[in-house]
């Protein structure tokens, strides 16, 4: 059973590579950080690691929803518009990115309200820069959903919180 659960965990690690690479590199990043600076706590190295993990499901969603397209032109299909990434996808990544970034804020700013509004503040810029750069309108649906998916993972991070102090 063993070699079953092993051979299942080999293959699912072939077809998502991308997720792998990620977290990989994160984890390889947190140990040497960890090595090398000494004020780099574990808790850090595991921010870095969940952030790796968020950039990674971004970048696997993306690359299949990608894949998608392609393989219903090949069949005749009209080919899709819209976001290339599924949403729940894009929302589990943004929610990691926002425990990431919302605790690392929060932790500088002294406040995880503070570290909130910094990061949408952050993707409203974000978009703004996007629309100016390429001379598009500004897409407030997608940016509207950026910053809900990035505070929802402040949230999940205050019960987080809330649970630990409570014991």
Excluded: K
Aim: aromatic share 10%.
């Amino acid at each position: 059973m063993d070699i079953l659960v092993n051979c299942f965990a080999a293959f699912a690690a072939l077809c998502h590579w991308r997720l792998v690479v990620s977290l990989a590199a994160g984890l390889l990043a947190a140990v040497v950080l960890a090595q090398l600076l000494p004020w780099f706590t574990g808790g850090m190295g595991l921010w870095l690691v969940l952030f790796a993990c968020g950039v990674g499901m971004l970048w696997e969603g993306d690359a299949s929803a990608g894949a998608a397209p392609a393989a219903s032109a090949a069949i005749g299909e009209a080919q899709p518009q819209g976001m290339l990434i599924s949403t729940p996808v894009a929302a589990l990544g943004l929610c990691l990115i926002g425990m990431v970034w919302g605790g690392l804020l929060g932790m500088w700013m002294g406040s995880l309200w503070a570290g909130a509004a910094v990061l949408v503040a952050a993707s409203f810029a974000v978009g703004m820069l996007w629309a100016w750069g390429l001379r598009r309108p500004v897409p407030w649906a997608y940016m509207a959903f950026a910053a809900c998916a990035l505070l929802s993972g402040v949230g999940l991070l205050r019960v987080l919180v809330e649970m630990t102090e409570r014991g």
